[in-house]
């Protein structure tokens, strides 16, 4: 069986029956692929336990060239490459390059912030999105469980142990 | 997300015990000390005075001395107000998260009666040493100390009496910030601690109806008081954006205290509901008006920079081209910006009390220096200067200021029992 074809949905209708079936799934053992809920469920990253997320590091980076692009690009245009004094100051002025500076800094933090996030969540235009469930856009949470992942245990299982947990449809999703 | 009942202690009371009182007491001591030597050694040690005398104004010591005074009268002022500020902006903005650390914030107050007292005791006995302004030949056509610039700012100070008697106008406002301050104070405490006995909501729709009205009030009472106590000292030279700046340096310095507090009191056991969720919020708080602060500062700074107006930019080469006072403007920004700012970056350094309690020290020591650069270099000149005096006379309005705050919090219940969104705090989740 190929991996990340073949699933086993739980459907919940519930966020607090969701949040105690997810601990209750994951101490049985079973891995989760990934859960979707038509709207964001306060803390469920950590009963998932998804570790944080290392986007403010590629912030902080993206940032960080914004400052020197920034100031590297002024004091090479305003000092050597075209000098003009300009309000009497020195060619090189440092406080009058701050607000570019700022400027570039946040803007390149921020469009780098958006584009990692977009490369590491696949958000790309042409992307295929996996609907596991069309009512995950109206009012039903989905539990989506890899059935290669798991496969040291039987699916019927897998399928008693979600139906436990408080889903009230199991079903079978394949992709190609 | 805890679904379950909390039980707290919500009748649990600040105890301050000797020992805490003991090393309040202790700073104060220091303070004293330091004070005394700084004054002994200004009094005998004065080695410029004669030079100046052949100018025709003599230096005196106290006036290093009032210097002094106005300083942490208007730093602890504003501090004091920031408490109630945030207290007011909670209840305004419907916060929850806030309720278990709220009396903190009010507590803060309890030093406005003390800092209105000090205000006007200092104004009056320090004036001329002080206040440029309060001389009355500048107002004098006939004098050749005239000044028509200070003319034209006069009726600010003295209407409606004649310039350069009593300032009547400068007086009203002093009294009347003080005044309306203590009078909001006493209103949002009388109505809190009135909530634990009489429980139901009617005690929080009454503090936030007066919490709008108060920060109507503060919006204005800030700023004018900005103007009135520190930017009238540089009578000659004015800023648009002055008030905002002294409200973002108390604001930062405001939040700090309340946050040193809440990790003190948690540390003594009390506040158990607190978890690092309401001190992340705190830290974020100080990490955005920390570049708030900064941002007021340099727009001040690069628009009369690039402009290069005579007279305004005074200001500036008064502070930077001084060899007293040109490094202190780079350890403002260094203490106030550069080190908050790396330093409360992550995450984990918000939420966790070893990082935070060390920005919280250094901001409030910085901001301490900021108001020291705003008020010595247009009274002193080049006799200002940190000495024994500048941090003697900061230790002992800090340990006062404590003295005070930790005194009233052992007097009431430190959480607001009885007000309806002390579950939303408990469960507060970020």
Same mark, same amino acid.
């Given at each position: 069986?190929?991996?990340?074809?073949?699933?086993?949905?739980?459907?919940?209708?519930?966020?607090?029956?969701?949040?105690?079936?997810?601990?209750?799934?994951?101490?049985?053992?079973?891995?989760?692929?990934?859960?979707?809920?038509?709207?964001?469920?306060?803390?469920?990253?950590?009963?998932?336990?998804?570790?944080?997320?290392?986007?403010?590091?590629?912030?902080?980076?993206?940032? &960080?060239?914004?400052?020197?692009?920034?100031?590297?690009?002024?004091?090479?245009?305003?000092?050597?490459?075209?000098?003009?004094?300009?309000?009497?100051?020195?060619?090189?002025?440092?406080?009058?390059?701050?607000?570019?500076?700022?400027?570039?800094?946040?803007? &390149?933090?921020?469009?780098?912030?958006?584009?990692?996030?977009?490369?590491?969540?696949?958000?790309?235009?042409?992307?295929?999105?996996?609907?596991?469930?069309?009512?995950?856009?109206?009012?039903?949470?989905?539990?989506?469980?890899?059935?290669?992942?798991?496969?040291?245990?039987?699916?019927?299982?897998?399928?008693?142990?979600?139906?436990?947990?408080?889903?009230?449809?199991?079903?079978?999703?394949?992709?190609? | 997300?805890?679904?379950?009942?909390?039980?707290?202690?919500?009748?649990?009371?600040?105890?301050?015990?000797?020992?805490?009182?003991?090393?309040?007491?202790?700073?104060?001591? /220091?303070?004293?000390?330091?004070?005394?030597?700084?004054? @002994?050694?200004?009094?005998?040690?004065?080695?410029?005075?004669?030079?100046?005398?052949?100018?025709?104004?003599?230096?005196?010591?106290?006036?290093?001395?009032? !210097?002094?005074?106005?300083?942490?009268?208007?730093?602890?002022?504003?501090? !004091?107000?920031?408490?109630?500020?945030?207290?007011?902006?909670?209840?305004?903005?419907?916060?929850?998260?806030?309720?278990?650390?709220?009396?903190?914030?009010?507590?803060?107050?309890?030093?406005?009666?003390?800092?209105?007292?000090?205000?006007?005791?200092?104004? %009056?006995?320090?004036?001329?040493?002080?206040?440029?302004?309060?001389?009355?030949?500048?107002?004098?056509?006939?004098?050749?100390?005239?000044?028509?610039? /200070?003319?034209?700012?006069?009726? %600010?100070?003295?209407?409606?009496?004649?310039?350069?008697?009593?300032?009547?106008?400068?007086?009203?406002?002093?009294?009347?910030?003080?005044?309306?301050?203590?009078?909001?104070?006493?209103?949002?405490?009388?109505?809190?601690?009135?909530?634990?006995?009489?429980?139901?909501?009617?005690?929080?729709?009454? /503090?936030?109806?007066?919490?709008?009205? %108060?920060?109507?009030?503060?919006?204005?009472?800030?700023?004018?008081?900005?103007?009135?106590?520190?930017?009238?000292?540089?009578? +000659?030279?004015?800023?648009?954006? %002055?008030?905002?700046?002294?409200? !973002?340096?108390?604001?930062?310095?405001?939040?700090?205290?309340?946050?040193?507090?809440?990790?003190?009191?948690?540390?003594?056991?009390?506040?158990?509901?607190?978890?690092?969720?309401?001190?992340?919020?705190?830290?974020?708080?100080?990490?955005?008006?920390?570049?708030?602060?900064?941002?007021?500062?340099?727009?001040?700074?690069?628009?009369?920079?690039? !402009?290069?107006?005579?007279? =305004?930019?005074?200001?500036?080469? =008064?502070?930077?081209?001084?060899?007293?006072?040109?490094?202190? /403007?780079?350890?403002?920004?260094?203490?106030?910006?550069?080190?908050?700012?790396?330093?409360?970056?992550?995450?984990?350094?918000?939420?966790?009390?070893?990082?935070?309690?060390?920005?919280?020290? @250094?901001?409030?020591?910085?901001?301490?220096?900021?108001?020291? @650069?705003?008020?010595?270099?247009?009274?002193?000149? +080049?006799?200002?200067?940190?000495?024994?005096?500048?941090?003697?006379?900061?230790?002992?309005?800090?340990?006062?200021?404590?003295?005070?705050?930790?005194?009233?919090?052992?007097?009431?219940?430190?959480?607001?029992?009885?007000?309806?969104?002390?579950?939303?705090?408990?469960?507060?989740?970020?």
């Amino acid at each position: 069986m190929e991996r990340d074809t073949h699933f086993v949905t739980g459907v919940y209708e519930d966020e607090d029956v969701l949040l105690q079936a997810i601990t209750k799934v994951r101490s049985s053992g079973i891995k989760i692929h990934e859960v979707y809920s038509p709207y964001p469920v306060h803390g469920i990253d950590d009963y998932l336990g998804y570790k944080r997320s290392k986007l403010p590091i590629a912030a902080f980076l993206f940032g &960080l060239l914004g400052t020197t692009l920034a100031l590297t690009m002024q004091f090479y245009m305003m000092k050597f490459d075209w000098p003009m004094i300009i309000g009497g100051k020195d060619y090189g002025a440092f406080p009058d390059f701050i607000p570019v500076t700022f400027e570039l800094t946040v803007l &390149l933090a921020s469009f780098g912030m958006v584009g990692v996030f977009m490369v590491s969540t696949n958000l790309k235009p042409w992307a295929q999105p996996r609907i596991f469930d069309l009512r995950i856009t109206d009012d039903k949470h989905v539990m989506a469980i890899d059935i290669a992942n798991n496969s040291a245990m039987e699916l019927a299982k897998i399928e008693e142990i979600l139906k436990s947990s408080g889903a009230s449809e199991v079903n079978k999703k394949s992709f190609e | 997300m805890a679904h379950d009942v909390q039980h707290y202690n919500l009748d649990q009371k600040f105890d301050f015990t000797a020992a805490t009182k003991k090393s309040v007491f202790t700073v104060l001591g /220091i303070g004293a000390a330091l004070l005394v030597i700084g004054i @002994l050694m200004a009094m005998f040690g004065g080695g410029h005075g004669e030079a100046a005398e052949a100018e025709g104004h003599a230096f005196h010591w106290y006036e290093r001395l009032y !210097a002094n005074l106005w300083i942490n009268n208007v730093y602890f002022t504003g501090i !004091a107000i920031i408490g109630v500020f945030f207290f007011a902006i909670q209840y305004a903005a419907q916060a929850g998260w806030s309720t278990a650390i709220i009396r903190v914030m009010l507590s803060l107050g309890n030093w406005l009666p003390i800092a209105g007292v000090l205000m006007i005791v200092t104004f %009056f006995v320090a004036n001329h040493d002080l206040f440029h302004w309060t001389h009355a030949y500048l107002f004098d056509k006939a004098s050749p100390e005239y000044d028509h610039i /200070i003319d034209g700012k006069g009726s %600010f100070f003295y209407w409606p009496m004649a310039k350069g008697t009593f300032p009547v106008f400068y007086i009203f406002r002093m009294v009347l910030f003080f005044g309306f301050w203590v009078f909001f104070f006493k209103k949002f405490q009388q109505f809190t601690y009135n909530e634990d006995i009489i429980g139901g909501t009617s005690s929080w729709y009454k /503090i936030r109806s007066w919490s709008a009205f %108060f920060l109507i009030f503060f919006a204005v009472s800030s700023s004018i008081s900005a103007w009135d106590w520190v930017m009238s000292i540089d009578t +000659h030279w004015f800023s648009t954006l %002055f008030g905002w700046y002294v409200f !973002a340096s108390w604001f930062v310095a405001g939040l700090s205290t309340i946050t040193l507090l809440v990790i003190f009191l948690k540390s003594q056991g009390l506040l158990e509901m607190v978890n690092e969720n309401h001190v992340h919020d705190l830290g974020k708080f100080i990490f955005g008006f920390t570049i708030f602060w900064t941002y007021l500062w340099f727009s001040q700074f690069l628009l009369i920079y690039y !402009a290069n107006i005579p007279e =305004e930019t005074v200001y500036f080469i =008064e502070r930077l081209s001084s060899d007293i006072y040109g490094p202190f /403007i780079f350890v403002n920004l260094g203490l106030n910006f550069v080190l908050p700012f790396l330093l409360l970056m992550t995450r984990d350094s918000k939420r966790h009390g070893v990082f935070l309690k060390l920005v919280c020290a @250094l901001i409030i020591a910085g901001h301490w220096v900021d108001f020291f @650069l705003m008020v010595q270099p247009g009274t002193l000149g +080049h006799n200002g200067g940190v000495g024994f005096m500048e941090v003697g006379m900061f230790l002992v309005y800090g340990a006062a200021f404590t003295f005070v705050i930790l005194s009233s919090l052992a007097k009431g219940n430190l959480v607001p029992k009885n007000h309806p969104m002390l579950e939303e705090s408990y469960n507060h989740h970020i």
